[in-house]
Each structure stands twice: as structure tokens, then as C-alpha cells.
């Protein structure tokens, strides 16, 4: 009987210790599951970011697609309008030469009046200078004149005292 207690038991014991690795397993397992739910979740908002970025940027492109369409059916109406006419290009190219021929004699002109004017303001500040140095030149004289006639005095005074 106690043989059999003895096998009971440990038959016993070893079903805990399965039953702990099992609980322990399931553990592990829900922490995996959780993660790999969380990581799910995220993944599922990421997609749904990115499914309304793409939805912007089509209605984007087909936004700028058209626009481009319309700008080129504007564009080839003008050229076929161009092409149904006779160009004469050396008529053009006179045309163009003569406006910047125009063009350079008028801004030549213009540098040149421009040019005079300074000239003449600089020929005016020159002249107003050169009064303003004579005046400052006669004052200068007017008091060494001054001065000498001071030093005489002095010395007269100094004669006269001495």
C-alpha cells in the first residue's frame, strides 16, 4: 500500500510541476499574444494613416494632372493659332533690333544727361569751395594781421612798463 501511496505522490508531484510549466507557458504566451495584439493595433493606425495620405495625394495628383491638361489644351490652341499664320522671322528680328537699338540710344542719353547733371553739381561744389577757402584764406590773413598788430602792441606795452 504504501508502495502505491509512494507512486501516487509522485505521480502527484509530477502533474504540478506540469501543471506550473503549463500555467507558467500560458504566461508567456498571453504576454505574446498581448504584444503581438498592441503591435496590431498600432500597425492597423499606421495603415490607416497611410491610406488617408494616399487618398490626399491622389486627389493631389489628379488635382495638378488637370490643371496641367488644361494649361496644356490652352497652350496647344495658342500654338495652333501660331501655326496657321506665316511668320516671317526676319521681320521679327528687324522689329526686336530696332525697339533695343531705341532702347540703347534712349538709356545712352539718358547716362549722358545723368552724367552732365553730376558734372555740373560737382562744378557748383567745386566753385562753392573754392569761395568758401578764399573767405577762409582772407580770414586767416585778416588775423595774422591781427596777431601782429597785437604783438607790437604787447611789445609797446612791454617797452613802456620796462
Given at each position: 500500500?504504501?508502495?502505491?501511496?509512494?507512486?501516487?505522490?509522485?505521480?502527484?508531484?509530477?502533474?504540478?510541476?506540469?501543471?506550473?510549466?503549463?500555467?507558467?507557458?500560458?504566461?508567456?504566451?498571453?504576454?505574446?499574444?498581448?504584444a503581438a495584439y498592441t503591435i496590431k493595433v498600432e500597425l492597423q493606425a499606421k495603415v490607416?494613416?497611410?491610406?488617408?495620405?494616399?487618398?490626399?495625394?491622389?486627389?493631389?495628383?489628379?488635382?495638378?494632372?488637370?490643371?496641367?491638361?488644361?494649361?496644356?489644351?490652352?497652350?496647344?490652341?495658342?500654338?495652333?493659332?501660331?501655326?496657321?499664320?506665316?511668320?516671317?522671322?526676319?521681320?521679327?528680328?528687324?522689329?526686336?533690333?530696332?525697339?533695343?537699338?531705341?532702347?540703347?540710344?534712349?538709356?545712352?542719353?539718358?547716362?549722358?544727361?545723368?552724367?552732365?547733371?553730376?558734372?555740373?553739381?560737382?562744378?557748383?561744389?567745386?566753385?562753392?569751395?573754392?569761395?568758401?577757402?578764399?573767405?577762409?584764406?582772407?580770414?586767416?590773413?585778416?588775423?595774422?594781421?591781427?596777431?601782429?598788430?597785437?604783438?607790437?602792441?604787447?611789445?609797446?606795452?612791454?617797452?613802456?612798463?620796462?
Amino acid at each position: 500500500m504504501r508502495d502505491l501511496v509512494e507512486d501516487f505522490k509522485k505521480r502527484y508531484e509530477m502533474e504540478i510541476n506540469r501543471r506550473t510549466a503549463a500555467e507558467n507557458e500560458f504566461v508567456l504566451l498571453k504576454k505574446d499574444a498581448d504584444a503581438a495584439y498592441t503591435i496590431k493595433v498600432e500597425l492597423q493606425a499606421k495603415v490607416e494613416s497611410l491610406d488617408k495620405e494616399i487618398k490626399y495625394l491622389k486627389c493631389l495628383y489628379e488635382a495638378e494632372t488637370a490643371q496641367i491638361q488644361t494649361h496644356a489644351s490652352e497652350t496647344s490652341v495658342i500654338l495652333s493659332m501660331n501655326n496657321n499664320r506665316d511668320l516671317n522671322l526676319d521681320s521679327i528680328i528687324d522689329e526686336v533690333r530696332i525697339q533695343y537699338e531705341d532702347i540703347a540710344l534712349k538709356s545712352k542719353s539718358d547716362a549722358e544727361s545723368l552724367y552732365q547733371s553730376k558734372i555740373q553739381e560737382l562744378q557748383l561744389a567745386a566753385s562753392r569751395h573754392g569761395d568758401d577757402l578764399k573767405h577762409i584764406k582772407n580770414e586767416i590773413s585778416e588775423l595774422n594781421r591781427l596777431i601782429q598788430r597785437l604783438r607790437s602792441e604787447i611789445g609797446n606795452v612791454k617797452k613802456q612798463v620796462g
